[in-house]
């Protein structure tokens, strides 16, 4: 009997799928222009060191980047008095600042976990002090539904202008009891609505988590990076306007591909860079995924040959077309953070920047550096956060100059030897 009444849920979820799929319009190409938001930039700022081009495996350097270096930038997110603090993402404002968002309480998952946000002052290069967005009781109240936790906020920006906020709420078990939620804000986060829970399944809308930042498509809609961990560890590509999920797509299969961050490479062309949770055994690098009709559909690719401990990872695309990527480049832990250049007529991947290393230290010593986050203000320079050993959130800024001068000491050639990594034959 229980084998009926399985077979007729299956069969109802499929006549869903198949009227929800016949309705759906077609969708648009990618935003493949950066808008310039900020048009106050440091590119007259000529500054860089050498760039290095080790091996990540040899990376020794100890301490991360040095604030005193001319240009680049590093503080930290301002401390709000919680034990542990997680999942930051940063987003550009009207104004030319920036607007980061972060989780903070007692420990992740916690019930009195919250999430934060603070204002960066591009001039004064300065935070104000840090308020609350939402927290369990706003969110259950707002949603109208028991909530017992919160966690990795993720913003974007509509069609309008409006700033949205997409975070994580779950309900029932851990992580892979999640959905996902949003509130949008007229006025750049200072305000915000009434929570929406979004509809990602007509029958079990459980394990959507949100982690990467969305993409842009020319009629306005996003397009936002999602993932499961019930059953299944995959990749899922949300089709969204305002709070109503559109179309969804399957970006990878299996259980070892989680928190997809995405490459535009033209209005038809992306690539997805994945979390690997693959079994003992498997190889610990990055898996990768390719759509070749502005996301409709995912085909998996070669793995990018640089190892990835379970860990998030994030990416920038700069619009002189140099990419950047930003993560824990080795197999075990996350005690070392590194920043990677890619010059768009070579597949090689070099490490110009150890932003954090404790390799040097004892096992029980070493911190964790992880859930990096990149933006650009205008195109040319890069904001980036992380979480610093759980207790602090780092934000290091990358102006223009810095990131342009790097990106031009990069050798261009595609065969020439390989110091850090490369791109697998696809």
């Keep these: 009997m229980s084998r009926v009444i399985a077979l007729c849920f299956l069969l109802l979820a499929a006549v869903l799928g198949f009227i929800h799929i016949d309705g759906r319009p077609a969708w648009a190409p990618f935003q493949t222009s950066e808008v310039s938001v900020n048009a106050n930039t440091d590119a007259d700022k000529d500054i860089t060191p050498e760039v290095k081009q080790a091996n990540p495996s040899l990376a020794k350097s100890k301490t991360a980047v040095n604030p005193s270096v001319p240009g680049l930038r590093a503080d930290w997110l301002p401390d709000t ?23 903070a309480g007692s420990r992740e998952g916690a019930a009195d976990v919250v999430i934060n946000t603070a204002v960066y002052d ?21 949603l109208s539904r028991y909530i017992a936790k919160l966690g990795n906020p993720v913003p974007a920006r509509m069609a309008d202008g409006r700033l949205q906020l997409f975070f994580v709420t779950v309900s029932i ?20 609505g009434r929570p929406k829970r979004l509809i990602t399944s007509p029958l079990i809308n459980l394990s959507t988590l949100v982690k990467s930042p969305a993409l842009t498509f020319v009629d306005g809609r996003l397009g936002l990076p999602a993932y499961h961990e019930w059953i299944g560890r995959f990749g899922e590509f949300l089709w969204i306007e305002g709070a109503q999920v559109m179309d969804k797509r399957r970006m990878s299969s299996g259980r070892g591909a989680i928190q997809p961050a995405v490459f535009v490479n033209g209005p038809q062309d992306a690539t997805a860079y994945f979390r690997q949770t693959r079994s003992a055994g498997m190889p610990k690098q990055i898996p990768m995924g390719e759509t070749q009709n502005a996301g409709q559909a995912w085909q998996p690719a070669a793995d990018l040959e640089i190892a990835n401990p379970n860990s998030a990872i994030a990416t920038l695309k ?11 480049n080795i197999e075990a832990g996350r005690h070392r953070l590194v920043l990677l250049m890619n010059h768009p007529q070579s597949n090689q991947w070099h490490v110009v920047e150890t932003l954090e290393n404790d390799e040097a230290l004892p096992d029980q ?13 205008n195109g040319h320079d890069a904001h980036l956060v992380y979480t610093w050993d759980r207790k602090k959130i780092r934000h290091i800024y990358f102006p223009s100059a810095w990131l342009k001068r790097t990106f031009g000491q990069l050798p261009q050639d595609q065969n020439a030897p390989d110091e850090s990594a490369k791109e697998s034959s696809k």
Excluded: C, M
């Excluded at 008095?81 to 989780?103: C, P, Y």
């Excluded at 078990?173 to 915000?192: C, E, H, M, R």
């Excluded at 700069?318 to 824990?328: D, G, K």
């Excluded at 010593?365 to 203000?377: A, D, H, Q, T, V």
């Design 122 to 142: 591009t001039k004064s290069n300065a935070w104000a002090a840090p308020t609350v967005v939402i927290d369990r009781v706003s969110a259950e109240n707002g």
């Design 173 to 192: 078990g851990g992580w892979a009891g999640s959905s996902i939620s949003t509130i949008i804000s007229d006025d750049d986060g200072l305000t915000w």
């Design 365 to 377: 010593e070493r911190k964790e550096f992880s859930y990096p986050y990149l933006i650009s203000s």
């Design 81 to 103: 008095g919680a034990a542990s603090v997680h999942a930051a993402s940063i987003i550009a404002l009207s104004d030319g600042n920036v607007r980061a968002f972060w989780f």
């Design 318 to 328: 700069l619009q002189n077309s140099a990419r950047i990527l930003v993560l824990n």
